[in-house]
């Protein structure tokens, strides 16, 4: 039976859980459990801190994970990067003091910045040339430049008003994050399959975000233009109506066309245009 970790309690742990749940798999929330078993599927689900889900994904005490790439990049253990599941997205920079006179990178020589984020920061400088003492450590690490412990901050920025009240700026977006489905390099055939059943639930899922569906009538004889107007999955479905000279046409189209699309389709004569939201899309 497969096992995913997912964060205990944190930024990730409601999002993992609903993202099962759309997957029609029901799981507890964590409060003290360490591991409990799911309904509608058969999986069993591990409560950990989202630094150790990287290891025990890699380790095999889980087979799978939904984890920040961050925490996956900087652990650096050998596991398979599944799919990015749409959530969780962030960045990681590096800011300096407001006061400070940046002029770029070269700013860092020689400096001391703080982060808990060691290896992507030393990897990101040795990339550049850049000579700087990186400071480890494991929270708040926004406030280290204020009580004199760093000249600088490498950490992860939303929007930017942490940064703000503690007196700096972001300068350079090093990392760019989001919460991924990882897993051990190692599964057997039968829990290959059965995460190819997940990854097949997650994908629709994915895929029916931000699409609509679409339905209107339409004179019969614009027919072959709407059909140029709206793609549909294969192609439009398209129904007569009671009243001769008249049809019913419905298609599934992506949010950021819908607009444009239903304009073309009134000045064509569509009538009764319905938008209905999108719950799974199956290919
Ligand atoms: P844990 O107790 O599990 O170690 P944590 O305190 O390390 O939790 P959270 O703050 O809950 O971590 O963040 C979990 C993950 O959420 C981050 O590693 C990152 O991938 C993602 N994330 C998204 N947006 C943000 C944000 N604004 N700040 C911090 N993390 C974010
Ligand atoms: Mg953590």
Same mark, same amino acid.
């Given at each position: 039976?497969?096992?995913?970790?997912?964060?205990?309690?944190?930024?990730?742990?409601?999002?993992?859980?609903?993202?099962?749940? %759309?997957?029609?798999?029901?799981? &507890?929330?964590?409060? $003290?459990?360490?591991?409990?078993?799911?309904?509608?599927?058969?999986?069993?689900?591990?409560?950990?801190? !989202?630094?150790?889900?990287? *290891?025990?994904? #890699?380790?095999?005490? &889980?087979?799978? +994970?939904?984890? +920040?790439?961050?925490?996956?990049?900087?652990?650096?253990?050998?596991?398979?990067?599944?799919?990015?599941?749409?959530?969780?997205?962030? $960045?990681?920079?590096?800011?300096? !003091? $407001?006061?400070?006179?940046?002029?770029?990178?070269?700013?860092?020589?020689?400096?001391?910045?703080?982060?808990?984020?060691?290896?992507?920061? &030393?990897?990101?400088? =040795?990339?550049?040339?850049?000579?700087?003492?990186?400071?480890?450590?494991?929270?708040?690490?926004?406030?280290?430049?204020?009580?004199?412990?760093?000249?600088?901050?490498?950490?992860?920025?939303?929007?930017?008003?942490?940064?703000?009240?503690?007196?700096?700026?972001?300068?350079?977006?090093?990392?760019?994050?989001?919460?991924?489905?990882? #897993?051990?390099?190692?599964?057997?055939? *039968?829990? $290959?399959?059965?995460? #190819? *059943?997940?990854?097949?639930?997650?994908?629709?899922?994915?895929?029916?975000?931000?699409?609509?569906?679409?339905?209107?009538?339409?004179?019969?004889?614009?027919?072959?233009? =709407?059909?140029?107007?709206?793609?549909? @999955?294969?192609?439009?479905?398209?129904?007569?109506?009671?009243?001769?000279?008249?049809?019913?046409?419905? &298609?599934?189209?992506?949010?950021? *066309?819908?607009? %444009?699309?239903?304009?073309?389709?009134?000045?064509?004569?569509?009538?009764?245009?319905?938008?209905?939201?999108?719950?799974? @899309?199956?290919?």
């Amino acid at each position: 039976m497969l096992r995913i970790a997912i964060q205990a309690k944190g930024r990730l742990n409601e999002q993992s859980i609903g993202l099962l749940s %759309e997957a029609g798999i029901g799981v &507890a929330e964590s409060k $003290r459990k360490l591991i409990s078993r799911a309904d509608g599927f058969p999986m069993k689900v591990l409560y950990l801190r !989202d630094d150790d889900i990287p *290891q025990a994904v #890699a380790m095999g005490v &889980a087979d799978l +994970g939904i984890v +920040g790439l961050n925490e996956v990049a900087e652990k650096n253990f050998p596991v398979e990067r599944t799919m990015d599941l749409g959530f969780g997205s962030c $960045r990681i920079s590096l800011a300096v !003091d $407001r006061t400070a006179d940046y002029n770029g990178l070269d700013y860092f020589r020689g400096k001391r910045v703080a982060t808990s984020y060691p290896n992507i920061l &030393a990897r990101f400088f =040795a990339e550049k040339g850049i000579d700087a003492e990186i400071h480890t450590i494991k929270g708040s690490v926004e406030i280290a430049p204020a009580v004199g412990m760093s000249d600088a901050i490498f950490d992860i920025v939303s929007s930017g008003d942490t940064l703000i009240s503690n007196g700096l700026v972001e300068v350079e977006k090093v990392f760019y994050s989001k919460a991924v489905l990882i #897993a051990n390099p190692k599964l057997d055939e *039968q829990k $290959r399959r059965e995460t #190819a *059943q997940l990854t097949f639930r997650f994908n629709s899922i994915l895929e029916s975000r931000g699409m609509k569906y679409v339905l209107m009538n339409l004179p019969q004889e614009k027919l072959d233009e =709407a059909i140029t107007i709206l793609p549909g @999955m294969r192609s439009p479905t398209v129904l007569p109506l009671a009243q001769e000279g008249w049809c019913s046409i419905h &298609a599934v189209i992506c949010e950021s *066309q819908l607009w %444009e699309r239903i304009e073309r389709l009134k000045a064509l004569g569509a009538e009764g245009i319905l938008v209905l939201t999108l719950e799974n @899309m199956i290919r």
